[in-house]
């Protein structure tokens, strides 16, 4: 049972235009929310993230909105550029109890494609 | 500069012959992940270590089993590896600090099994 998922395995964008990532999750006990970026060759990299207690967090270019009533998230990259072409991975955390650090549950990851 | 390292980045094994994947990591955190990634699926988290205390997932084979023998370095063991388990193997660190979510993992480039 996957409790994270993104059901676009890839999304084409041209440059300057606005990618928007989707993510849904079924457990409501996540209390964080992650994007990871991966290029080919490397490892996933954190991006941005949001706490469950917000609807919004915004760093740069990137933008992440939380819809708890929805279970969903997006992350929005505005303006998109051909550098961000990567596969993005949304992740989601839960605090084990009595544990100061958290497991992450990660969606299959949308390819994103920037063509300038 | 700090980092996962992982070695090697490809391994090729035969059906049922032991394989070991090795993880080292300079940036002394506390903890260390193994993820497993199938093609086009998401990284699934076989194990994590916090210092000497192993955490293993309840869904994780058997087969599989972790050491760690010093802060540094990790590994995985594979000790019949079918064809079944060929995937990309990810290690990932992080601190082991604060909350779950705001304990960023960060994230080697991963060694690609196939196996025979």
């Known amino acids: 049972d996957q409790q994270v998922k993104q059901n676009s395995p890839s999304l084409s964008v041209q440059e300057g235009r606005i990618s928007i990532l989707n993510c849904d999750y079924t457990n409501s006990m996540f209390d964080y929310f992650l994007w990871y970026k991966k290029y080919p060759a490397e490892g996933p990299t954190f991006l941005i993230s949001?706490?469950?207690?917000?609807d919004k967090n915004e760093d740069g270019r990137f933008t992440v909105f939380l819809n708890k009533s929805a279970k969903h998230l997006s992350l929005h990259i505005v303006p998109s550029q051909p550098g961000d072409s990567a596969v993005y991975f949304c992740a989601a955390s839960s605090t084990p109890g009595g544990t100061s650090y958290g497991k992450l549950t990660f969606g299959q990851g949308t390819i994103l494609t920037v063509h300038p | 500069d700090a980092m996962v390292i992982q070695n090697p980045r490809y391994q090729v094994t035969q059906f049922g012959k032991p394989v070991t994947l090795s993880c080292s990591q300079t940036l002394n955190h506390n903890v260390m992940y193994w993820y497993q990634q199938k093609s086009s699926q998401a990284p699934k988290l076989l194990f994590h270590?916090?210092?000497?205390?192993?955490?293993n997932e309840a869904d994780t084979p058997d087969n599989f089993q972790s050491r760690r023998p010093n802060t540094s370095f990790c590994f995985l063991d594979i000790r019949s590896p079918g064809l079944g388990d060929a995937a990309m193997y990810l290690c990932?660190?992080?601190?082991?600090?604060?909350?779950?979510?705001?304990?960023?993992?960060?994230f080697g480039p991963g060694t690609r099994l196939t196996v025979l």
């Open positions: 270590y916090y210092d000497k205390d192993f955490n």
């Open positions: 949001i706490s469950s207690i917000k």
């Open positions: 990932a660190t992080s601190r082991g600090t604060g909350t779950g979510g705001t304990d960023t993992q960060y």
